[in-house]
């Protein structure tokens, strides 16, 4: 078994900032992609950023230049830097990560965690 946990998440200004952090534990041999989503109210979850092996990003173009997602390898962590922040950024965050654990790979979901921007 394994478990995403998310941290970080909060209130924040028009032009604030925000670091998201997510950690994978359990019974884990490997970590592929890691990446967060997010959901806003009303609307499906959708892709924020990833990272693959060899830190290889990809950003949706709403947070490019604002957004830094980067991994912890020792720690099995993912973070997400997030400046400039916009209220439309305001949304329910969620970490993702391929695993490989008990021998096969399987993709967990964190439980979410709630960025808000507002003045």
């Known amino acids: 078994q394994a478990h995403l946990a998310e941290s970080g998440g909060g209130l924040a200004q028009p032009g604030g900032s925000l670091r998201l952090s997510c950690q994978a534990s359990?019974?884990?041999?490997?970590?592929?992609?890691m990446a967060w989503y997010r959901q806003a109210p009303g609307k499906e979850r959708e892709f924020v950023a990833n990272?693959?092996?060899?830190?290889?990003?990809n950003y949706t173009d709403s947070v490019k230049g604002r957004f830094i997602i980067s991994r912890e390898y020792d720690k099995h962590a993912v973070n997400l830097q997030m400046n400039s922040l916009k209220p439309e950024d305001t949304a329910v965050y969620y970490c993702?990560?391929?695993?490989?654990?008990?021998?096969?790979?399987?993709?967990?979901w964190g439980q979410g965690t709630q960025v808000t921007v507002a003045s």
């Open positions: 359990g019974n884990i041999f490997g970590i592929g992609i």
């Open positions: 990272i693959k092996s060899g830190n290889i990003v």
């Open positions: 993702f990560a391929d695993l490989l654990v008990g021998g096969s790979w399987s993709s967990y």
